[in-house]
């Protein structure tokens, strides 16, 4: 009997690869300003930020923002004092000059003797560089408007917060992002206050960043420590804070070094830009605050491809792809955690994405590219191709319709910090996103369990959510076991005349502590240009449990799920339809039990699991299963992949 579900949304909305990207869809090239785009964005945030602002005379929290969802008074969150003094310059409009004066009073009682500030409402004293930079850029357009005991105030803020940073920041004291912030923040303090110490300080945090790139281009150093030295690679926040600081501070000190630096990183992996404006953190050591725009306590990168966007034009095209995606996640000028936010999680709405990006936006008002541009295609949208990072075991392909990227990612936090928070990426061979042509994520990823590692801005939830990243799992006596524990899966790739790309990863299925549980696996995708075939091949060596394949399914605005038979299934999206079969091998393909919990904060996102049981074999120790995943247009009958 035919089975149908109703999905309901809240209708929110390498070298010769590089060179490709310049003639793909010229016709559609459009003449843009960045520095408007950007400031249009600024705008609408800085208003929402405006209406959070305490304002009440004799409120000792006078100046404060409010956070809708926490409670607390992020003190992180007065790094709007530079969205407002921008917004200031801008428009002439006093309303948020005085905002801005107001919040950097109330960020100056909030500094601790030794000239920190505390990231309320945890103990953390590193975003003092995040504080430290808005105060410096904020200052010289406020000062007009001070008094002279204000002047002596904000600058003798300035320079105890620069003193601190002298004296703690290091990769020894916090994650790697905060050396290049540091390094931007104390470079310009610099002009500001006179001080040799500041300007050798922040040489010597951007040549440590530098020092920790790896030959993919990516700052390892966003994790957990080993002997006091941090590893773990972040796209995000590299992406959306530490490159962008490394350029800041080049340009401020003219390092040609640290600049060139971050120039070969941005291009090498600028095709993780997906063709949307998504930035693909899925996989790394913090993607437990991916929102699929970027991280929500990171900044963003429209100021980074602003720095170079004079040199390449793609920049352009990245950081407007990026923000254009950004404000389908908007309400009111607030910014959600995710594409769904709004319908599955917006009583958890907290400020810091909004402040963080709104910070961003402003520096690339100021500081970034202010002409005109035309936006050549993305590295992402011209198809036909497959990239492999041997540093950390992950591939991108992209085919005419499908973009997919694949994870072995096999970084290990063997200390547990914060209950294991390093070490729920995905990976394992699972594909952490399946992005389809003209309509979107069809699949995407999560922690594997949700761990609250930073609980002063990670909701509560209040029921058990789900992973939602596509596995392959069993459970028995001795406990749970998945793919997306085998953290050394061995990855292969390639390419042929018929398959535009071929990914293929094989490990182990293990539990959280990466003890293998008996059962073997290799998991293949095929990347067509109009499918995806996978399969997953099962070696029952010395246990014989019932495995579980998951595929869950993004729920988008009126999709329709049909099970037209036990091997087959329909998907009717918005604008393409889908078509899910099981090729080969003794299964059928169900509904995954409690699927209302396929919801998750980070992203906040929700998805509608596919589910095959396999048994064990009767007779020797391999089960291999094959199935497709099929875009079908209007005009097209068959399924073939090609």
Known sequence: MKRVTKIVRDGLVAGALLLASFSVSSARQEQVSLHDECYESLSVLSKALLDLQRTEKGDKEFGALNCPACGVLHTRAAEAVYPFAVMFKHTSDKKYRDAAIRVGNWLIRQQQPEGQWIETPWAWTGTTADQLLMMVRAFPILSPALSAEEVLRWKGSIKSAADYLVRVMSPDFASINYCPTSAAALAMTGALIPDPAYREKARLLAHWTVAKMDEDGFIQGEAARSFGVKYGVDLGYEMDMSLWGLALYAREMRDQVVEQAVRRSLAKNLPFVYPNGAIDGSWGSRCYKWTTFGSKTADGPQILFSLFAQEDARYVTAAIRNLRYLRTMMRDGLIGNGPHFWRVFSDQLCNYPTFARAKNLALAVELGYQGVSHTPSLPSEVPGWLRYYPTVNMALARSANFMVTIAGYGYKDLTNTNGGQYNQHPTGGS?????????????????????????????IVKDTVICLTPRIEFSDTNGYFTNLY??????????????????????????????????????????????????????????????????????????????????NVIMVGAKRKFVFEILEGDVQVKQGERASRYLFPFPAMKCRPLVMEVHPPKGGFDQKIKYRLTVM??????????
């Not at 952490?432 to 699949?443: A, E, T």
């Not at 990466?514 to 067509?528: D, K, N």
Request: glycine share 6%.
């Open 633 to 642: 247009d209007a005009a097209t009958k068959s399924s073939n992949p090609r």
């Open 431 to 459: 594909a952490c996103n399946v992005w389809v042509k003209d309509y979107g994520f069809l699949q995407t990823s999560s922690q594997t369990t949700y761990v609250r590692g930073e609980t002063m801005h990670m909701p």
């Open 486 to 567: 085998e953290f050394e899966g061995r990855m292969s790739t390639h390419s042929s005349p018929d398959t535009v790309a071929w990914i293929s990863t094989t490990g182990e299925l293990k539990n959280e502590r990466w003890f293998p549980g008996g059962v073997g696996y290799t998991w293949a995708h095929a990347i067509f240009d109009n499918a995806i075939e996978k399969t997953v091949t099962l070696r029952f060596h010395d246990r014989q449990p019932v495995v579980r394949i998951v595929e869950p399914i993004v729920e988008e605005e009126g999709m329709t799920i049909e099970y037209v038979s036990p091997r």
